[in-house]
């Protein structure tokens, strides 16, 4: 049976989702030997060398003073505050939980939309966008010792990557995605080298973790373009809310290769996340002279 273009859609989206998952479950591996600046430095390494290839072949390299257009800086910028605190965070906390909190980048997205691009939100979408706050917090529910480091960390990556998304969208259209992906992996690697020292210095790194930060990097690639051709196959008010599957898929990942187990309340808060951001897309669907503000948010680095 022949599928339908928004069945290959969500398939390509379901693909990108357990791509960027397993990525992370292999990033909280190896941060238990190895500190964020380095995994951020080799994983980077790996990524400029296969998104190159990708933009040779397809004729996508430009001049490098490209990198020179303040919005191209904004987001190198944001994806190295995202690396940064993400991959941190994933050696301190359940990556179900991190990942549950990141479903509210694109609630973020729009709210950002809203203030800096002066695009209009009625008041259904910001009662879904604060609901969907609320969730945040019903996932982290800080106690009398207020927000945990891990949490911070992942607030700032959720924002930072909501920042990243905006400032993709205020790129240059002549610009090729390649070349952006090909200037902000060669400037993450320098951004990770930086950091190495700070975040406690060079570890030796042993030849399987190695290969954990190889596989990562290919399925981060996979998951990027597996996003575009699942938004360039589909409708988007369909294929959107299937980027969700990323919560099932670190749910699975941190039962099987962490033995994290979510608690009652931080699975209530991912639902609550959940149907923010479907009502969101949803309500995004029904204006159709607008221009979706939600869709390319994963909080994955470089990309």
């Known amino acids: 049976m022949r599928l339908t273009r928004n069945t290959q859609g969500a398939l390509f989206m379901a693909a990108s989702m357990a ?14 030997t190895m500190n964020a600046g ?35 800086a904004l987001r190198i910028a944001c994806e190295a505050l995202a690396a940064a605190t993400y991959i941190t965070a994933l050696g301190m906390m359940p990556i179900a939980n991190a990942s549950a909190i990141q479903q509210a980048v694109p609630l973020a997205v729009t709210l950002g939309a809203m203030i800096f691009l002066k695009e209009p939100v009625g008041w259904r979408r910001w009662s879904a966008i604060a609901v969907g706050f609320v969730g945040v917090l019903i996932i982290i529910r800080p106690g009398r010792e207020g927000f945990t480091t891990a949490a ?9 990557t909501a920042a990243r998304d905006l400032a993709t969208r205020c790129i240059d259209k002549d610009v090729p995605s390649l070349m952006v992906t090909l200037c902000t992996a060669i400037s993450i690697s320098i951004f990770g080298a930086l950091c190495i020292v700070p975040f406690g210095g060079w570890q030796p790194v042993s030849t399987t973790s190695l290969l954990q930060i ?56 991912a639902v609550v996340v959940i149907a923010s951001g479907i009502y969101t897309f949803y309500r995004e669907s029904k204006r159709p002279a607008a221009e979706p503000v939600a869709q390319e948010s994963e909080p994955r680095v470089p990309a």
């Open 19 to 32: 791509g960027f998952s397993c990525s992370d479950a292999l990033s909280k591996t190896v941060i238990a």
């Open 214 to 269: 190889l596989l990562a990097s290919v399925l981060v690639l996979i998951g990027y373009q597996s996003v575009i051709l699942a938004m360039r196959t589909g409708e988007i008010s369909f294929v959107a809310p299937f980027r969700y599957l990323s919560l099932i898929w670190s749910a699975l990942l941190g039962l099987i290769v962490f033995g994290e187990v979510p608690d009652g309340w931080s699975v209530f808060g």
């Open 38 to 72: 380095e995994i951020i430095f080799i994983r980077g390494l790996f990524t400029t060398f296969f998104v190159y290839l990708l933009a040779r072949r397809m004729g996508a390299l430009r001049n490098w003073r490209v990198i020179l257009q303040p919005m191209i």
């Open 152 to 160: 911070l960390l992942v607030i700032a990556c959720m924002f930072a």
